[in-house]
């Protein structure tokens, strides 16, 4: 009689132990994958309200920083591009945007933002042949002459270091770094770029 019992309790004790074995690796997946569970247990040592303000509070400031770079970023991006074509499609079939080192910061309510930026163009479609220049370069027998043929029609790049100042209106501003070391601010259009 006594070794059923022992027999039973020890099946009793090795089934509580496996219980408890396999319920500690899922309560720890658990936590890891239902912020619900984490926030229970953390309930012993930080009130839910006050863990949740916290949370939530973080969770907003973040997601309000993130969209305002995102949406500070797009609003330049848009109004370059649109700047560029105004100033530079009747000559130039344009091909590619590019902002890069892009840092902003707000200002006496406005936003600053400096950056490099990179237009790629080219030439429209056309037999360089007939284009003056060139032809005036071939009469004279100008050694660059065929340099300047092949080369009418390949993409070339533009690099500006600009910064923008976009008021609470959305307006924007745009300036050049006039400096050729250091930095020296000059407000412009891209109409400036064209060579008259």
């Given amino acids: 009689m006594k070794k059923i019992i022992m027999s039973v309790l020890v099946i009793f004790v090795a089934f509580a132990v496996s219980a408890c074995n396999n319920a500690a690796p899922q309560k720890e997946m658990g936590s890891i ?3 619900n569970e984490t926030i229970v247990d953390l309930e012993e040592t930080i009130p839910q309200k006050e863990m949740d303000s916290t949370i939530n509070d973080n969770e907003t400031s973040d997601d309000v920083e993130e969209a305002s770079d995102e949406t500070n970023y797009d609003k330049v991006s848009a109004y370059m591009e649109e700047e560029c074509r105004k100033a530079f499609s009747p000559y130039y079939e344009l091909l590619d945007f590019q902002i890069s080192d892009y840092q902003e910061e707000v200002v006496d309510g406005n936003v600053e933002a400096i950056f490099s930026y990179k237009m790629i163009k080219k030439n429209y ?3 360089p ?3 003056v220049y060139i032809k ?11 340099q300047m043929y092949d080369e009418y029609l390949q993409p070339t790049e533009m ?3 600009l910064k923008t100042i976009m008021d609470e209106n959305n307006e924007i501003t745009l300036y050049f770094n006039i400096a050729p ?4 601010w000059e407000e412009t259009k891209m109409t400036d770029f064209i060579m008259k």
Avoid: C, L, P
Wanted: aromatic share 8%.
């Fill in 136 to 146: 005036e370069a071939k009469e004279r027998g100008n050694e660059n002459y065929q």
């Fill in 181 to 184: 070391k250091g930095i020296e």
């Fill in 159 to 161: 690099n500006f270091h």
């Fill in 129 to 131: 042949g007939t284009v």
């Fill in 33 to 35: 994958t239902n912020g």
């Fill in 125 to 127: 479609d056309k037999d």
